[in-house]
């Protein structure tokens, strides 16, 4: 079967989820490679992997366990079509968002077209961003802004059409390994290589939060501060007039921080927390600047820098409250 889409789908423990998520891709309208990367799974999911290989269009690799980046790396690697996406394994996507971003790329002559994600929770919770369905398409520069401003889309790879060739041009871009938030060391670098971003606020992603899942396994993630540092330095390089786009991200990145202690119920040592709100001062003042930031999210900043108290008891109650029914 020929095709021009090639989907990679990362595998480590989660035989419970992954037939939901291959089944959904081979019902898809629009015709695709699946490249699935068992990344040394302990359980039955390279077994399940490997029942899958009697389809044509499926590839099973399997290797030792070397993480998310790792494993979407290979993938990369054995991509051999012109556009390449990301789903990970846990999740599934409707049939035909595909066919969908696909119409959308080719619409606007967008690099990387994007669509609006279902967040569901274990407990059934199912939430999405926008109520409404629109179109909208950036120049780079915008979709940095967007990528930024939590309003539209954010740093996860996994529901976006991406031409293949911005991984591979000039210096090459991969997922770094050994680190957790992996997007966000690389989004800021695939926008930059585009001409043009299309986003589509139709939700045909199924993103699932799981309680043992990456997102909420106890230990605070903390590389969103190195990820934001990383991506002002890039900005200083290439995108100057960005410079405080970057500032306003990395004072939000110490912010996010904070909040995992929060979610996951942890006591944030002092120490930390102090350098956490020295970190966000630094540049608060380009936050509450920064127009393209909600009020709310200017006034959260605020608060957290100047009545920690007052943040934490607020956040709190958001935290013990948004997945109850």
């Known amino acids: 079967m020929k095709t021009d889409l090639t989907v990679v789908v990362p595998v480590y423990n989660v035989e419970k ?3 939901r998520c291959i089944d959904s891709l081979l019902a898809q309208t629009y015709q695709i490679n699946i490249i699935i990367v068992d990344d040394g799974s302990t359980d039955g999911s390279g077994i399940i992997a490997d029942k899958y290989k009697v389809q044509q269009n499926v590839t099973v690799i399997h290797k ?7 494993a979407r790396n290979i993938g990369i690697d054995n991509c051999n079509t012109q556009f390449i996406a990301f789903v990970d394994s846990d999740d599934y996507v409707d049939k035909d968002m595909y066919e969908e ?3 959308k790329k080719r619409k606007f002559g967008a690099e990387m077209s994007i669509c609006g994600v279902w967040v569901e929770y274990d407990n059934g919770i199912k939430k999405c961003r926008h109520n409404k369905i629109f179109e909208i398409s950036f120049s780079n520069e915008d979709a940095l802004i967007a990528l930024n401003n939590f309003k539209y889309f954010n740093m996860s790879v996994w529901n976006v059409v991406y031409d293949t060739a911005i991984f591979n041009s000039k210096e090459i871009i991969r997922f770094p390994e050994g680190k957790l938030s992996e997007d966000a060391f690389v989004m800021h670098k695939l926008i930059s290589r585009t001409t043009k971003v299309v986003f589509y606020s139709k939700p045909m992603y199924h993103y699932l939060q799981r309680i043992n899942g990456i997102s909420w396994n106890k230990k605070v993630n903390k590389y969103p501060i190195e990820a934001a540092k990383e991506q002002l330095k890039y900005f200083e390089e290439f995108h100057p007039n960005l410079i405080y786009v970057g500032k306003c991200a990395l ?8 909040n995992s202690f929060l979610r996951m119920n942890l006591e944030c040592p002092k120490e930390y927390l102090i350098e956490l709100q020295k970190g966000a001062k630094e540049y608060i003042y380009d936050v509450l600047k920064n127009k393209e930031f909600s009020i709310i999210k200017r006034i959260q900043a605020f608060v957290f820098c100047y009545s920690i108290a007052v943040y934490k008891c607020i956040l709190k109650h958001k935290f013990n ?4 029914y």
């Open 321 to 324: 409250n948004e997945l109850k």
């Open 251 to 258: 004072s939000m990145a110490y912010i996010s921080v904070y």
């Open 101 to 103: 971003l696909m119409l």
């Open 17 to 19: 989820y992954l037939k």
């Open 64 to 70: 030792q366990n070397g993480g998310l980046s790792s």
